[in-house]
């Protein structure tokens, strides 16, 4: 949905008729946490033309104390002013590119990482599109507290006598409506307290810019209802964890869409084939990225609809990847383990990358599996030559250390500095000793 602000002169002519108090100037860590700057209208021209410096030493990712100084360019395509549910001054929200002071690209800005990869795809022909259903819990709260009480005790598409979230995704909706969003679909989930809410494919960075977005909004809205709304991938044992599946293809610059073939037996392209091929073989590599926390594995594990085992399939869904059921212009496919932990800019960056070399190497899929691979004994798994995801955050580290995919794709800067914060993560993780260790053994021991 275009917000009609295209020009410097569109977003000053706005601003100025407005009566808008504040801008925020919005961009991202590496790790996919927005960071902000707020300036007076009387700055906005200034940023427009040169940008705002300022400091990024204490930016997960971004610079050391020596080389500090950055800059934050706003995209005036990006303008909004907050709806007044979100921020009752009139504030206006900018989305920033971050550069070097000599006017260079900062490597360390990770939506940069994405445009490279979709400018890579354009170059070869195609547009890249994703459509991520972005699920989350809603708990409630003991005055400042946060419990692990769930809002209510609904399942899967319940109506609103036992959903009794309802109201709050509506005003979910009507929020991300006034930032240009239009809500594509939004219900109940399985588990008690955990909902969906979703939005129309489009380009995969229009795309990233709305994931932040979502994430804000439904957090600030949960608050207004006294309750905590929480993205973490798995909060609580036994309940099914929150993931982010992610639909994806490719069209061609005609507006066909290069993943369908009606004269295949599955409809699916050779291009979507390979596609789909080099995601099986690189997803080992990307999984950190996918799936960046300690908590992400406590998601990933059997018997709570989240995928475990690398496969791709046609109707099953405990397949790592999913073929949904539309074709034409609907054709793509389905990854199912990304959660909502992670930096979405880099979440699709990988994707994209995978399927890329797929397409580059002329890869084949394996077979796709159309059994429950859950009930499968692990003789049958060989067979079908399934493999595990991988199981813990240090795991899939290892996996990612040893990647020329992920290092090309990310640049060395973010490579390397994804990787110090997310093993000294996994470092802080595996020398705590948990509850359960102290009830499971000290009685013991």
């Known amino acids: 949905m275009s917000t009609g602000i295209n020009t410097k002169e569109d977003v000053l002519n706005r601003v100025k008729k407005e009566k808008v108090l504040f801008v925020r100037m919005q961009f991202i860590d590496i790790l ?6 707020v300036i007076p209208p009387g700055r906005l021209e200034e940023a427009l033309d040169y940008g705002i410096p300022f400091d990024a030493s204490s930016i997960a990712g971004y610079a050391t104390i020596e080389e500090s100084d950055k800059i934050a360019k706003p995209d005036p395509k990006s303008f909004v002013i907050l709806p007044e549910e979100i921020e009752k001054r009139k504030t206006a929200k900018l989305n920033c590119d971050i550069y070097e002071p000599n006017g260079k690209r900062f490597i360390g800005d990770s939506k940069y990482v ?21 699920e989350f819990f809603l708990f409630k709260k003991n005055g400042d507290d946060t419990t692990l009480i769930p809002n209510d005790a609904a399942g899967y598409f319940d109506l609103s006598h036992r959903d009794l979230a309802e109201g709050v ?34 380009d995969a960075l229009t795309v990233a810019d709305r994931v932040i977005t979502l ?58 084939k390979q596609f789909i091929a080099g995601l099986i073989q690189y997803i080992k590599e990307i999984t950190v990225i996918l799936n960046p926390i300690v908590n992400s594995y406590k998601r990933l594990v059997p ?49 994209l990358a995978a399927g890329l070399k797929g397409i580059e190497g002329k890869l084949d899929p394996p077979a796709p599996v ?11 798994k060989e067979k079908y030559n399934i493999h595990h995801l991988p ?53 013991i021991l």
Not at 116 to 124: C, D, G, N, P, Y
Not at 370 to 380: D, F, V
Request: net charge positive.
């Open 215 to 272: 994430k804000y909004v439904t957090k600030v809205i949960a608050r207004k209802h006294e309750l905590h709304a929480s993205f973490m991938p798995k909060p609580t044992f036994g309940l099914n964890g929150s993931g982010m599946h992610t639909h994806l293809s490719l069209f061609t610059k005609n507006g066909k869409n290069a993943f369908h073939d009606p004269k295949d037996d599955d409809q699916l392209s050779k291009l979507a």
């Open 391 to 443: 199981e813990s955050l240090g795991h899939a580290l290892s996996f990612m250390k040893g990647s020329s995919l992920v290092k090309e794709t990310l640049g060395d800067h973010i490579f390397n500095a994804f990787l110090h914060v997310k093993q000294n993560e996994w470092r802080e993780y595996r020398t705590q000793v948990t509850k359960w260790e102290i009830d499971k053994y000290l009685p």
């Open 114 to 134: 994405l445009e490279r990869v979709v400018s890579k795809a354009k170059k070869l022909g195609y547009i890249y599109n994703t459509g991520p259903e972005c």
């Open 303 to 351: 018997g709570y609809e989240a995928p475990t085992y690398i496969s791709w399939a046609n109707r099953n869904r405990s397949a790592l990847i999913r073929i949904p059921t539309g074709r034409g212009n609907g054709t793509r496919c389905e990854l199912r383990s990304p959660d909502l932990s992670g930096n979405p800019y880099l979440q699709f960056a990988v994707m």
């Open 370 to 380: 159309e059994k429950n691979i859950y009930e499968l004994s692990e003789t049958e």
């Open 32 to 37: 996919g946490m927005p960071k902000n700057i």
């Open 169 to 202: 995704r509506s005003d979910i909706s009507i929020a991300l409506k006034a930032f240009g969003i239009d809500t594509y679909t939004s219900h109940h989930e399985v588990s008690a307290g955990q909902h969906e809410i979703n939005f129309h494919f489009s």
